[in-house]
């Protein structure tokens, strides 16, 4: 249910970002970059918590 919201919030973002043209693209761009960035260190951080876990 929670995955269902998120996909409703984003699209709201993006019907709102969507008149400002080069502007929205750039707001846009900057939080799809941001999340994966996000993703990517929470990976790495529970990668090295698993890693000392086995030791």
Same mark, same amino acid.
């Given at each position: 249910?929670?995955? !269902?919201?998120? +996909? #409703?919030?984003?699209?709201?973002? $993006? =019907?709102? %970002? &969507?008149?400002?043209?080069?502007?929205? /693209?750039?707001?846009? !761009?900057?939080? +799809? #970059?941001?999340?994966?960035?996000? $993703? =990517?260190? %929470? &990976?790495?951080?529970?990668?090295?918590? /698993?890693?000392?876990?086995?030791?």
């Amino acid at each position: 249910m929670f995955l !269902f919201f998120l +996909i #409703v919030a984003s699209s709201v973002v $993006g =019907l709102i %970002l &969507l008149p400002l043209n080069e502007i929205g /693209l750039i707001i846009g !761009f900057g939080i +799809i #970059v941001g999340c994966l960035l996000r $993703g =990517l260190y %929470l &990976l790495h951080e529970i990668n090295r918590k /698993l890693d000392r876990e086995k030791m």
